[in-house]
């Protein structure tokens, strides 16, 4: 069983299109995020889910908007493609950080990543 | 913003020399985790410091946090071609529990056989 899923794994669109991305994770967790690699492979995060709740939201344009319908999913929605918008892009989960117990680090799970081209 | 700085940028090493990437804070973290990212794939974690000056070790991986806890490194002795990936370093800001991880932009290891 893939601990955190993300759907498509590839995504080629043209400018202007709207796409989603989608992401489930089994694991319990009840903090998810999304976070954007580019071709230099920064990971810079976006967004970040706590049991529904966006905590973060980090300079990202309007256009992306996040969705969580219940803690296990967080799902990314961008407007209007750019070609800037090329990248991968990583769902995550983790335990909340700070959350009570020693095996508690906070590490982030990672999905396998969603390569979004824009022609 | 806080920023956690990471050198170098590339390193390209013989099989068998060891490599060192370091991590630089701004300011001072409550924690540093290390993730591996293979060509192709998607980061894994690794390790997480938490202690001033802790030094932790995983077979021919020594990861090291400041006593400051505002740098960390991480060493790999004998590399082999297994250890072809990017690393990170990703730090996290004291006060308060949903602080978030701020990834330095890490080292990408080649090892040529």
């Known amino acids: 069983d893939t601990a955190v899923s993300q759907t498509p794994k590839y995504l080629v669109t043209q400018m202007g299109n709207d796409k989603s991305i989608k992401c489930e994770q089994n694991?319990?967790?009840?903090?998810m995020y999304w976070y954007k690699q580019d071709s230099k492979k920064f990971l810079k995060i976006m967004f970040s889910?706590?049991?529904?709740?966006?905590?973060i939201n980090e300079t990202v344009p309007n256009r992306f908007s996040p969705k969580s319908p219940d803690k296990a999913h967080l799902n990314l929605h961008i407007n209007s493609l750019e070609l800037g918008d090329s990248a991968v892009y990583f769902c995550?989960?983790?335990?909340?950080?700070?959350?009570?117990?020693?095996?508690?680090?906070?590490?982030?799970?990672f999905g396998e990543g969603s390569r979004l081209t824009v022609l | 913003g806080q920023q956690v700085m990471q050198i170098p940028q590339y390193q390209h090493v013989q099989e068998g020399e060891d490599f060192t990437t370091y991590c630089n804070s701004s300011?001072?973290?409550?924690?540093i985790q290390w993730y591996k990212q293979r060509p192709g794939g998607h980061p894994v974690f690794l390790i997480q410091?938490?202690?001033?000056?802790e030094v932790k070790k995983q077979k021919r991986l020594t990861f090291q946090f400041g006593e400051a806890k505002k740098n960390s490194s991480l060493h790999i002795t004998a590399t082999q071609t297994t250890d072809v990936g990017t690393y990170f370093c990703?730090?996290?800001?004291?006060?308060?529990?949903?602080?978030?991880?701020?990834f330095g932009k890490g080292t990408k290891l080649s090892v040529k056989p």
């Open positions: 410091l938490v202690k001033s000056g």
């Open positions: 995550a989960s983790s335990l909340r950080p700070g959350l009570a117990g020693l095996s508690n680090t906070g590490e982030l799970f």
């Open positions: 300011t001072t973290l409550s924690n």
């Open positions: 990703a730090g996290r800001r004291p006060g308060g529990s949903q602080g978030n991880l701020i």
């Open positions: 694991l319990g967790h009840d903090t």
């Open positions: 889910y706590n049991n529904k709740e966006l905590i």
